[in-house]
């Protein structure tokens, strides 16, 4: 596609359960990051993954938090067992590739509420 | 700290030049200077990057210090279009983003 795209654009759910959040990157992009963003605060880093090496997992808060990138594309962050705290912003962006060369490209996020 | 510094707003009337300072003292030899903007309720939107000389496009010029430790980004003729919080941002060589607070752009009509 033309752009990052990221589904579900909102999604509510109840404490304790889990939830999956997907990235589309643009096609041919090989770096993909995953931010969180909490209201009115800048972006917290999560996950980065590029081509076919091992994820850089640093940012992950938990062990609740995972994340996969199958083919080298799409992404899918989970979230196991929500608490409220992970009520926020989820963007996800795609490069060209490693470094500042490229430009980045980020979704318009998935603004997920734990109620 | 390694965090590039912005302040935390700014004010400019519609249809004059801005001008959006950061600071990156600690910025290394191959660290690029990015600059995203975000509107409320979207994902941080591209604006303009470089590494050590200005940079123009069709959105906005970027000027970066001999010394590299401080970049402006310009936009020549404020919209309220433009009005958003911009990021400045150091990409690292291999695929870190050192994120500032961002600075929140108000445009006065």
């Known amino acids: 596609g033309a752009g990052v795209s990221q589904s579900p654009s909102n999604k509510v759910t109840e404490k304790g359960k889990d939830v999956e959040l997907r990235c589309d990157p643009i096609s041919g992009h090989t770096a993909l990051y995953w931010y969180r963003q909490s209201l009115g605060q800048g972006l917290e880093f999560l996950i980065y993954?590029?081509?076919?090496?091992?994820?850089?997992k640093s940012g992950l808060p938990s062990d609740r938090f995972s994340a996969e990138r199958t083919g080298g594309s799409v992404s899918t962050l989970t979230i196991q067992r929500t608490q409220q705290e992970d009520s926020a912003v989820y963007l996800c962006?795609?490069?060209?590739?490693?470094?500042?060369?490229?430009?980045?490209?980020f979704g318009s996020g998935t603004r997920l509420t734990v109620v | 700290d390694a965090k590039t510094t912005q302040p935390n707003s700014m004010e400019s009337n519609e249809e004059e030049p801005v001008h959006l300072p950061c600071n990156h003292s600690?910025?290394?030899?191959?660290?690029?200077i990015h600059w995203y903007r975000q509107l409320p309720s979207q994902g941080p939107e591209y604006v303009i990057h470089?590494?050590?000389?200005?940079v123009n496009n069709r959105m906005a010029s970027l000027a970066i210090a001999e010394d590299r430790k401080s970049s402006t980004l310009i936009l020549h003729r404020a919209t309220l279009r433009d009005a958003a919080v911009y990021y400045c941002i150091r990409a690292s060589s291999n695929y870190q983003l050192i994120w500032g607070a961002g600075t929140k752009l108000i445009i006065k009509p």
């Open positions: 470089g590494l050590t000389s200005n």
């Open positions: 962006a795609s490069s060209s590739g490693q470094g500042g060369y490229y430009g980045y490209t």
């Open positions: 993954f590029q081509g076919n090496s091992a994820p850089d």
């Open positions: 600690t910025i290394s030899g191959t660290d690029y």
